[in-house]
């Protein structure tokens, strides 16, 4: 928003130093981005053209003399309406002009022109830029200073501001202006809407209907015949310029300076148009098309607000007119119109059809209906006064149930101090909502105030208070120290097991990877997860459909990830992603459940280098299980792997992951993914093994409630002893449980398989596993008749347990 300096002196007293004032309003929340200068013309400047006399070679050419303050040269001049006396715009040599037919710029030189050096030119508009106006020069008012730069004599110093969606008013000069006068203690003057009004009763001779008031609040019209449509005069075009709109012709020159002075938009009507002289404000039909004045053919929707008249559309309300109702030279009628309409509605509409214009920007922020009386009243005195005419008496005004309308806002004194942190005086508050053009009332530590029309954006106690701050100043808002004890961290158990899982996982060479939490039930179900009877969660605003719903697992989207890697990359392919899962339980059961789970692949070569000749050995279901026992034993806790069957997984190739010491809890699944499965991601790479696991379940354990504050255990001083047993037991008998058995022996520090055999030797349903078992004791050293003994206790507990017997030599 461009808002000239000597338009806003009109309505307040500038007493500020310009810099001073921009900080003023940039503090205040209306920011202001530049104080620039509009017109500069480079070696322009203002002359006196003292003596006009005919080109002693040329019928259609003047030699002028003219006074350029310094000094009287002589030129050659073409323009129809040179003339001696004239206050003009002379362009000394070397400055830069725009070429009047080619529209161009080029540096004046000195030249001849039928036998006479001419020294200069005098300037038409187009020339300097100004406008397209090229048939006669630029004729500047008697009072123009001789050799005053024209840029000095014709520009404008304006404030270019960057305003917040919310300040519609300062969309608008004269909201500026309240705010100037507000931060510096000065008096508006509001512009003058007072008028003669000689003509017939306006209900006499036009009509209104709002059909559908939800789109259109309020609709006011005068109307103004005997009009004369011409050229603006110089105040009105040369005030357009300043702020970069493109003056047209006087009465639609008078809407959009109104528009900038008041904020409210408004449009005119040639009323000999209109049939039966009615305006009709309604939704657009099924099948209806307007041509509207940028030459565009309009295909309408229901969505869109028309203005019509009693047979055809002839506007898209609050956007762009139709080119049949438009003002021509030859209008002597004009229907005014100032309306307002749904914000949401005209937003909608003008996204559409590609429209942006300063009328969207405002009726986007939902104006107050309060404002259109006031911007057709003043719009329509200045019609009269550069247009002529007589107005109709009274107004047309329709403005059912009042919607809209301006709401008291209801404000406890102590409500200002819980939210700032400072008080004020009772006679401060007031006096600064007054300032701003509020009514206040105050009653028992109650502020009752009722906001002006020109701020729809007040309409909460937390509005009121952010007046009060502003325009008193934040930085007069004193500032304290934080009060009280800093809280004492405490740790989230949660996040702490998530990252230690995360870095024992990175640790062991894997990569992390993550993606979207939306997907759908298709993608989803080529890695076939476990059905949960489960209906997935919708997204009600999908950005494609591709993301429609809320995944219900990980593993379609590691396969996903595993399957773009594999086609650039043949070196080791370990990664993991942990995330939430989100399965609805149904309406009336409450939120949904959001467990977090790790899901991990394996697959590819296990090293990128490879010692031995011959094919690299490949990831597979060990490398995975021994991740998986690897991350939990830095936990403390040991797994037990049984055999299951699931979608996802090869038959035979699965097993749940299973804690023994916290009642065979179930902690997640590990296995190698099927071949068909792998075809319908197009992985090549086989085998894949998977694993998930649920972090919920694993935090429940015993051995996690104590996380970050393990007991130190010290390195055993005294000798360890190793003993070998080679067991016979039954072929399903886990060998996890074995381990697990032979460990609980107070002696044993570890008990681990290094080999299984089934052969000949071997009965039929059994199989030899043999077990290393470490034996020590933190305090002594082990004597063997200790050692004998310990191992008889393990072997009668493996006997009593699986049937286990000692392998005979």
């Known amino acids: 928003m461009k808002v000239p300096i000597s338009w806003l002196e009109e309505y307040v007293p500038v007493t500020l130093p310009l810099e001073d004032l921009a900080h003023r309003l940039t503090m205040a929340g209306t920011e202001v981005v530049s104080v620039d200068t509009t017109l500069s013309f480079d070696g322009v400047v203002v002359g006196l053209a003292k003596k ?29 309406n040179i003339a001696t006396g004239q206050k003009i715009a002379f362009a000394r040599i070397g ?109 006499t001779l036009a009509k209104v209907e709002i059909e559908d008031t939800d789109l259109c609040r309020r609709y006011t019209a005068t109307l103004i015949q005997g009009v004369k449509i011409g050229p603006s005069p110089d105040w009105l075009a040369d005030r357009l310029r300043a702020i970069g709109e493109r003056p047209i012709n006087n009465v639609v020159d008078v809407t959009n300076y109104v528009m900038f002075e008041l904020g409210q938009p408004l449009h005119s009507f040639d009323f000999d148009s209109l049939s039966e002289g ?56 004009v229907l005014l119109e100032a309306a307002n309409f749904d914000g949401s509605n005209n937003r909608r509409s003008a996204s559409k059809f590609g429209i942006r214009t ?46 809209g309308a301006v709401q008291k806002v209801e404000l406890p004194a102590n409500a200002i101090e819980r939210l700032l942190g400072v008080s004020y005086e009772s006679e401060v508050v007031i006096s600064t ?43 007069k808002i004193p500032t304290t120290g934080i009060t009280g004890s800093v809280p004492v961290w405490e740790p989230n158990q949660d996040r702490v ?67 773009r890697n594999a086609r650039i990359w043949r070196g080791p392919l370990w990664m993991f992603e942990s995330g939430r899962v989100y399965l609805d339980r149904g309406e009336g059961i409450g939120l949904p459940d959001e467990p977090e789970k790790f ?7 296990r090293s ?114 190793a003993r070998d047993l080679a067991l016979v037991i039954d072929d399903n008998a886990p060998s996890a449980e074995v381990l697990a058995l032979a460990e609980r022996n107070r002696l044993v520090v570890s008990a681990t398989v290094f080999d299984v055999y089934q052969g000949d030797a071997i009965p039929s349903g059994k199989k030899s596993l043999a077990v290393r078992v470490v034996y020590q004791a933190p305090d002594r050293t082990l004597t063997a008749d200790e050692l004998i003994k310990a191992e008889n206790s393990i072997l009668r507990a493996l006997e009593h347990n699986f049937g286990a017997e000692l392998r005979a030599r």
């Open 52 to 80: 006009v006399v005919p080109h002693p070679n040329a019928d259609r050419l003047r030699l002028v003399q003219v006074d350029a303050g310094d000094e009287t040269l002589e030129v050659v001049c073409g323009a129809p």
């Open 95 to 203: 400055s830069v002009l725009t070429d009047a037919h080619t529209g161009e710029e080029q540096k004046l030189k000195r030249s001849k022109i039928r036998g006479v050096t001419s020294n200069g030119m005098v300037c038409s508009e187009r020339e300097l830029g100004i406008s397209d106006e090229h048939e006669g020069i630029l004729v500047l008012p008697e009072g123009a200073p001789i050799g005053m730069s024209l840029g000095d004599y014709l520009g404008e110093t304006l404030f270019d501001l960057e305003l917040t969606p919310n300040r519609p008013d300062c969309l608008a000069v004269m909201g500026v202006a309240r705010e100037v006068a507000a931060l510096t203690g000065e008096t508006t003057t509001p512009p003058s809407i007072e008028y003669p009004e000689y003509g017939a009763d306006i209900a």
């Open 278 to 333: 009615r305006i009709v404000v309604r939704r657009a039909r099924p099948g209806e098309t307007l041509l509207t004045l940028d030459g565009e053919t309009r295909e309408l929707t229901d969505d869109n607000l028309m203005i019509a008249d009693a047979g055809k559309p002839i506007g898209l309300g609050g956007i762009i007119g139709g080119t049949e109702s438009g003002i021509t030279g030859s209008t002597t009628s």
């Open 358 to 403: 300063e009328a969207t920007l405002r009726f986007e922020k939902n104006l107050r209906p309060e404002l259109a009386e006031y911007g057709v009243r003043r719009a329509t005195k200045l019609i009269l006064e550069v247009a002529g005419g007589t107005v109709a008496s009274g107004i047309i005004d329709e403005w059912p149930e009042r919607a």
């Open 433 to 475: 909502f007054e300032s701003l053009g509020m009514e206040v009332v105050s009653d028992n530590g109650t502020y009752s105030v009722t906001p002006p029309y020109w701020r729809p954006d007040i309409s909460i106690p937390e509005d009121l208070i952010e007046e009060l701050s502003r325009v008193i100043g934040y930085e």
């Open 497 to 563: 097991l998530r990252e230690a899982m995360k870095d024992i996982l990175s640790g062991f060479g894997m990569q992390e990877t993550i993606s979207y939490s939306l997907t759908t039930p298709e993608a989803e179900a080529d890695a076939r997860p476990p059905g949960h009877g489960l209906q997935p969660l919708q997204v009600m605003n999908p950005l494609s459909a591709e993301h429609a719903t809320l995944r219900t697992t990980l593993r379609h989207s590691i396969l996903t990830v595993l399957s």
């Open 599 to 605: 899901v991990g692949v394996v697959a590819g070569p």
């Open 608 to 721: 990128d280098l490879e010692w031995m000749s011959g094919e690299p050995e490949l990831s597979d279901f060990y490398d995975a299980k021994g991740i998986v026992e690897s991350l939990l034993s830095e936990f403390g806790v040991t797994a037990s792997f049984i055999p299951v069957e699931e979608s996802t997984f090869e038959l035979g190739r699965c097993a749940q992951i299973v804690i023994p010491s916290a009642g065979r809890a179930v902690i997640g699944v590990l296995g190698e993914v099927a071949s068909d499965i792998l075809s319908k991601f197009d992985i090549d790479t086989a085998p894949v093994a998977m694993f998930e696991l649920d972090v919920e379940a694993i935090a429940k354990l015993p051995e996690l409630q104590s996380l970050g504050q393990q007991d130190y255990v010290p390195f055993g001083r005294f000798p360890e002893s």
